[in-house]
C-alpha cells in the first residue's frame, strides 16, 4: 500500500462502514450492497482527484478491496455502541413477534439470546469483512471507469 492509496481507503471504508453501520440508512445494502460498492466508488474518485494521470482499473480494484477493509473495520467500531444502544427495542419487538405467533418454546429462547450479543456482531463483522471487500472492489473498479482522467496529449517530436 503507497502512502498515496492510504488517504482515499480511509475516506472510502468511512462511506462503507458509516453508511452501514446506521440503523436505518443500512437497509440501502439490502439493495445489491449499495453502500459497500458507494466505498469502493468513493475511494477511486479520491485517488483519481489525487493525480495528473488516470488511474486504471487494477488501481481501482487495488483502493477499492482497502476501502473495503478500512470500510469493515469501521463498521465493527460504530455497530458496537450502535448494537448496545438498539438492543432492548429489537427484543421488545421481537417478543411481541414471539408472542403473537406459534413458535415453539425452543425457538423462542434461541432468538432472545442472540439478539444484539457478541456472536451476532462477530458474525456481522465477519460478513463484511469478506463480502464488503468483494463488492467494493466492484466499487473501485466502476469508480475507475467512471471517473478517470483523459490521457493529456501527447506532445509532438521533433
Known sequence: ????????????????????????????????CLWVVSGGIVAAY???????????????????LFAGLAGAFVYLVLSIPITILIVPMERLVVQRLLENGDMPPEFRESVGRYIGGPL????????????????????????????????????PSE
Open 120 to 155: 451476532g456482531i462477530v458474525i456481522s463483522f465477519m460478513t463484511y469483512l469478506v463480502a464488503g471487500t468483494i463488492f467494493s472492489t466492484i466499487g473501485g473498479v466502476l469508480g475507475a471507469v467512471i471517473f478517470r482522467k483523459p490521457l493529456p496529449p501527447a506532445t
Open 46 to 64: 479520491v485517488l483519481q482527484q489525487g493525480q495528473a494521470m488516470p488511474i486504471t482499473l487494477g488501481d481501482g480494484a487495488l483502493i477499492g
Open 1 to 32: 500500500m503507497n502512502d498515496r492509496h492510504i488517504q482515499p481507503a480511509i475516506i472510502g471504508g468511512l462511506v462503507m462502514g458509516v453508511l452501514s453501520a446506521l440503523p436505518i440508512v443500512s437497509a440501502g445494502n439490502l439493495c445489491c
